[in-house]
Nanobody
Framework: QVQLVESGGGLVQPGGSLRLSCAASGFIFNIATMGWYRRAPGKQRELVAKITSGGTTNYADSVKGRFTISRDNAKNTVYLEMNNLKPEDTAVYYC??????WGRGTQVTVSS
């Protein structure tokens, strides 16, 4: 059974940083493309970042230069390092395996 469990969300001031983690189980992690999406209040879910099994990454234009996705295959975990956070980054962040399996999400709120 595929499980994806996000953690690391919270309340942070504008300009601050957070690191999200997604612990994965139930599938062969090191061959999976992993990603992060987010859904802001009143908006559709949008892609934030993806990382392939080979380490190739891609990012939404809105987060390029501020967010970094990475993976630790030994720990079956994917990370999202978020720096210089802005109020418009406020959303529920979801971890995904290949856009097929999804975690329950973790709330990120950027506010002063």
């Amino acid at each position: 059974q595929v499980q994806l469990v996000e953690s690391g969300g919270g309340l942070v001031q504008p300009g601050g940083s957070l690191r999200l983690s997604c612990a994965a189980s139930g599938f062969i992690f090191n061959i999976a493309t992993m990603g992060w999406y987010r859904r802001a209040p009143g908006k559709q879910r949008e892609l934030v970042a993806k990382i392939t099994s080979g380490g190739t990454t891609n990012y939404a234009d809105s987060v390029k230069g501020r967010f970094t996705i990475s993976r630790d295959n030994a720990k079956n975990t994917v990370y999202l390092e978020m720096n210089n956070l802005k109020p418009e980054d406020t959303a529920v962040y979801y971890c995904t395996r290949g856009d097929v399996s999804w975690g329950r999400g973790t709330q990120v709120t950027v506010s002063s």
